[in-house]
């Protein structure tokens, strides 16, 4: 057994190597999943890879075609890695230029590239391999949708300058605005660079990943970990960059960078668009760091309480060691806000919300000596009032002139009071119903103050501060002086800002296009300058809130027909409401099954980008006053535009995108036109069993005449239905999955002139029985040149398959037949039954005549046409010359061939009918036998005759006699003869003295020396007897056995005897009388006789000389006149 056990394991390896290397040579080829979603004008990268052949080193052909949109059932070669000149003429050149590439990645991996994607680009990519090997297994053809888009990433800095110096120590702060008005859901990643002039490349400074993950660049993990180095995102778009303590080595250009990433259907992140804003030049001055524990700062007033219009007069006193040799920073701070500064090197800084003031000469700020400041602030105003302090810190000065922050030192605060004068001025803002004014982005503001009770000269300040706080200052916008004198602050020189005198106590402010960024208090202040050189002001102030465009439009989409019928037209409307502003609206659509996908975009300008397919569709715009409508048109809709659709807007403000809220989904349905199929079934069929049943479906009418069909055959089974065959649209046809094998190869379905479809069962069952559905769909071809199917029409029809009746007839009629052996004989047995789709058996029986109560069976045909030879020994010779056909159904032919002797005997047949049941097992209907034939066989007849005259002769002693033996007639001739010579004496028994035998042996049984043979003729036999004596007296005479072949006994013997030849030899003349009688009747044998001899010794002659070229025949007995020998010498 463990012998047996281990010579099993070689095959039972190979078998498992055999399908395992079977498992791997399936091919499979895999392509990068689909939508891909990549930006006008970026590059696309799509990988192809197979496995699967048998020679995986072998490198593959691979072959890229796109079907685009427009035409879908229409593929264009690009490009080939096995061909040069694959690519149609609208991408051979692009591929000539490298626009377009495909290289391998290794035997069985390739890249598809192309540099610059176009927007006619978009459609469906398919890669192909190019088979090699003898035989097809797996899949060659992978295919992904590539979607082009437009590229609507901006990236925009806020920093007006181009260049900025900042001293080591300080703080930097910079914003950028990044936005995107994709429609597709995307991530932005946004980082801020430092390239510095003696490095080749830029260095992150701080990003914003597209998972919103803050990640410090490479040297700027500790101070980002300190808090140094910030990335804050303000708002939907605006990213602003913080930068504390600066040191000397951020030096260089500063700028921001935003890409955009779109995640694939594999789940992989790409990019698919990158922009950056100018960059700004940073250079940082470096200080030293000082000891100034010693650094003292003291601030002292002339005067804390004051009245409106005097003069406030603050010093700051700073002591520390060497002052001679140092130099100072010195600012003056309200409210801990700063004022103004004086640099190390004397130069004086005032901040924006007090440089009209510094300008007018109210505002004086003086270095009297190095340890001693000044400040002086005339007149001053109730609005002055409040804590002053001073700060100062040291700055070193290195060999090169720049210098280096120490550390800073505040004086203690001082309160300063100031007192409202008596005046009767007064200011009031005019046309404010409510506490907060409104405006709309983009949008005039327009402030009006009323003033009364003036007796001077009036000059009027408009000032702003981002939010309602008292701890910030106002900042001045722009002023207008008692001589008319319009001036402008530095901040809004580049904005349309005017400040007016509509009256002589009315003042007007107005700024145009306003952002949300102007929202915040607003105060006009105006001062009275009298006679006697006192001023008196007044301030009124308001909130504006600057209301974004975005929150004001309202964008909402309504259908006119929702639900249309295939082919027809369809309108959407995208109503606007809002205040006219440049804007970007984009159809969208999506289908069952599919992500959003983008229509078309229509641009401010007036441009129009189109997405896919725009044949199917067709723009529209309509403006009224606040409200634009835009009209989407699909063209013949089909089930392709089936789906819902929405309108986005965007607005382009500040250089930033702003996505408005989508408007509401509106479905489109698309219905089928009105269903005309009509079907005519015959309700009932009646059929019989194992007949072939046909079953015709005939489509009465249609909805077109160009109409495409898919036919499935149902069988009805309770309540379920099983399916039989189906046919599709395009006339492929498949069985059910319920279908046996057997069944298969009879069911079959085609389809006839006139819409008939036909189903065949063949051979029918009563099993086939039941109730037979016909299922059509009507496929029609949609303006798209797509197929598409109308709801299926049902027909049915009762089958009724009923069982023949066992009307079996059979011959029972006794017959006789005879025939010669060697004969054909043929036996007849005739049925007749009136039913029809039955098998039958026939069996041949058979009773020798030997024994006609011992009966065998010969030959069996069964019903399913199978023909054996039941075993016996005794029959075999019979039963292989046996012949059956079948030339009708139901006559059987038995065909005896060579008939034989011992063939005699009864014949007859047993016919049984079949029929198969419902699970196809064969079950006997009827079983008959006929009458019996009885054959009878004849041997050959016996018709051997001799001359029986009897003849007397007299002869003398020594004269020889002839004793003839002559044959007059013979049964065949194919028959053999032994002839035997006889002689008798008186009473004495006959006695045997010659024997020729069949096959010319000679035997002389006595007067052995005394006897000459000859055989002079075919059926001539002569016996001389030469000298006789008269003891040779006696009655002499012949017998002849004549030999038959015969096919059932071999040889068959029949025996005759000739006539007697009385022979009397006397001495010598005793004669005469006899002899004289005797010459007469003896002349005429023999001239007869001896003109045979000599035919025959000439004919010998004539073979000897042909025959003879030196060879020696040996001696014959056939010789006339040789003397015979014994039989024992021959």
Excluded at 184 to 193: D, P, V
Aim: net charge negative; proline share 4%.
């Amino acid at each position: 057994m463990a012998c047996s056990l281990s010579s099993m394991w070689g095959p039972t390896l190979l078998l498992w190597m055999g399908l395992l290397l079977h498992c791997e040579a399936k091919v499979h080829t895999e392509i990068q999943t689909g939508p891909l979603y990549r930006v006008e004008g970026s590059q696309l990268f799509i990988s192809c890879n197979v496995s699967g052949f048998k020679d995986e080193m072998a490198e593959k052909i691979f072959e890229f075609r796109v079907i685009k949109p427009a035409r879908p059932n229409f593929e264009i070669n690009i490009i080939s890695t096995g061909e040069e000149d694959f690519g149609y003429a609208s991408h051979q050149r692009r591929v000539l230029q490298n626009d377009i590439s495909l290289i391998h990645v290794n035997p069985n991996s390739a890249r598809f590239q192309i540099q610059n994607l176009l927007k006619d680009d978009e459609g469906d990519y398919d890669c192909k391999i190019k088979n090699t090997e003898s035989t097809f297994d797996g899949t060659y053809s992978a295919i992904t949708t590539v979607k082009v888009i437009d590229n609507s990433l901006s990236v925009s800095s806020s920093e007006s300058a181009t260049s900025l110096n900042y001293n080591q120590g300080e703080t930097l702060t910079l914003t950028c605005q990044a936005s995107s008005n994709t429609i597709q859901h995307t991530h932005l990643s946004f980082t801020w660079y430092l390239h510095k002039d003696e490095q080749s490349d830029a260095q992150p400074i701080i990003s914003l990943d597209r998972y919103f993950t803050l990640s410090p660049g490479q040297g700027f993990e500790q101070r980002y970990q300190e808090g140094d180095i910030s990335l804050d995102k303000l708002g939907e778009a605006t990213y602003q960059l913080k930068m504390a303590q600066l040191e000397v080595s951020d030096q260089g250009k500063i700028y921001c960078q935003a890409q955009e990433w779109i995640q694939d259907p594999d789940r992989s992140w790409y990019m698919i668009s990158q922009s950056q804003a100018e960059a700004v030049t940073l250079t940082v001055k470096a200080r030293e760091v000082t000891d100034m524990s010693s650094l003292e700062v003291r601030m002292a007033a002339e005067q804390t309480t004051l009245e409106e219009g005097e003069e406030l007069q603050l010093s700051c006193s700073i002591d520390t060691q060497n002052m001679e040799a140092r130099f100072f920073t010195v600012v003056w701070l309200w409210r801990n806000i700063e004022l103004a500064r004086i640099g190390p090197t004397g130069v004086l800084a005032v901040k924006p919300s007090y440089s009209s003031r510094e300008k007018e000469g109210e505002l004086r700020v003086t270095r009297i000596q190095n340890q001693k400041n000044e400040l002086r602030l005339k007149p001053v105003r109730t609005a002055d009032q409040g804590e002053y302090g001073c700060r100062a810190w040291l700055e070193e000065r290195d060999s090169n002139g720049a210098f280096t922050q120490g550390t800073t030192k505040d004086s203690s605060p001082l309160l300063i009071t100031i007192s409202s004068a008596e005046s009767e001025l007064s200011v009031t803002m005019q046309d404010v119903p409510t506490s907060v004014i409104s405006v709309i982005q983009r949008e005039k503001l327009r402030l009006v103050c009323k003033v009364g009770g003036s007796e001077g000269r009036l000059s009027v300040i408009w000032q702003r501060k981002p939010i309602a706080q008292t701890d910030l200052l106002f900042t001045k916008v722009i002023s207008l002086n008692q001589d008319g004198v319009m001036e402008t602050a530095a901040a809004f020189e580049s904005r349309k800002v005017r400040a007016m005198r509509q009256a002589a106590d009315v003042f007007v402010f107005e700024l145009d296009e306003v952002t949300p960024s102007d929202s915040g208090v607003y105060q006009c202040t105006v001062t009275e300058l009298k006679t006697n050189g006192k001023t008196h002001s007044q301030s009124q102030s308001a909130s504006v809130t600057v209301n974004t465009i975005e929150s004001l439009v309202k964008v909402s989409l309504i259908n006119r027909h929702s639900e249309v019928t295939m082919g027809e037209n369809v309108e959407l409307v995208c109503n606007v409401k809002g205040p006219p502003v440049p804007s970007t609206l984009s159809w969208s659509v999506q289908t069952k099954g599919s992500s959003l996908n983008t229509i078309v975009t229509l641009v401010s300008d007036g441009s129009i980008s189109w997405s896919g397919n725009q044949h199917q569709y067709q723009v529209k715009v309509r403006k009224q006053k606040n409200l634009v409508m835009y009209s989407l048109i699909i063209i013949g809709a089909s089930y392709r535009e089936a789906g819902s659709y929405q309108c986005l807007v965007s607005v382009f403000l500040e250089n930033v995108y702003k996505k408005l809220t989508p408007s509401n989904e509106v479905s489109v349905t698309v219905r089928n036109p009105e269903n005309k199929l009509a079907l005519s079934f015959s309700p009932k069929i009646l059929q019989s069993v194992n007949t072939d049943i046909q079953m015709n479906c005939k489509v009465s009418s249609s909805s077109s005449p160009s109409s495409l069909y898919a036919v499935t055959w149902l069988y009805l089974q309770g309540s379920v239905n099983k399916t039989i065959l189906s046919s599709d649209q395009y006339a492929v046809v498949t069985f059910g999955d319920r279908v046996e094998q057997n069944d298969k190869q009879r069911i079959s379905m085609k389809r006839k002139m006139g819409l008939i479809f036909e189903l065949t069962i063949r051979q029918a069952r009563l099993t086939d029985r039941g109730l037979y559905q016909c299922k059509v769909e009507e496929w029609l071809q949609g303006p798209r040149g797509d197929w598409y199917s109308l709801p299926a029409k049902f027909a049915q029809t009762n089958l009724n398959i009923t069982e023949p009746e066992n009307d079996l007839i059979l011959d029972n009629k006794q017959q006789e037949l005879k025939a010669r052996e060697g004969d054909e004989v043929e036996l007849r047995c005739n049925s007749s039954s009136g039913a029809s789709g039955l098998y039958y058996k026939v069996t041949w029986f058979y009773a020798p005549s030997t024994s006609l109560s011992m009966n065998s069976s010969l030959v069996e045909l069964d019903h399913t046409g199978l023909l054996t030879y039941p075993q016996n020994q005794e029959l075999m010779g019979l039963q292989g010359r046996l012949h059956l056909s079948r030339p009708t159904q139901n006559i059987f032919y038995l065909r005896i061939q060579r008939a034989h002797e011992s063939d005699s005997g009864n014949f007859w047949c047993q016919v049984e009918q079949y029929q198969p049941d419902d699970e196809g097992r064969w079950n006997q209907k009827a079983s008959k036998s006929s009458g019996p034939i009885t054959l009878t066989v004849l041997g050959p007849d016996a018709k051997l005759s001799l001359d029986i005259k009897d003849v007397e002769m007299n002869i003398s002693k020594a004269e020889n006699f002839d004793i003839p033996c002559h044959i007059t007639q013979q049964s065949s001739d194919k028959a053999q003869f032994q002839v035997t010579w006889f002689w008798k004496k008186g009473t004495e028994p006959k006695r045997p003295i010659f024997i020729v035998y069949r096959n010319s042996t000679l035997q002389a049984i006595s007067r052995k020396d005394t006897l000459k043979f000859s055989h002079p003729l075919p059926n001539e036999f002569t016996l001389t007897v030469l000298k006789p004596g008269s003891e040779d007296s006696g009655l002499y005479f012949c017998e002849v056995e004549e030999w038959l072949p015969s096919l059932s006994h071999g040889w068959k013997v029949a025996k005759r005897e000739s006539g007697h030849l009385n022979v009397t030899v006397y001495a010598e003349g005793n004669i005469q009388a006899s002899s004289e009688c005797t010459s007469a009747t003896l002349i005429v044998p023999f001239v007869v006789i001896v003109a045979i001899l000599l035919l025959v010794i000439f004919v010998l002659v004539l073979k000897i000389c042909k025959s003879s070229e030196g060879k020696k025949l040996p001696p014959s007995l056939w010789v006339d006149q040789h003397l015979m020998k014994d039989k024992e010498e021959l």
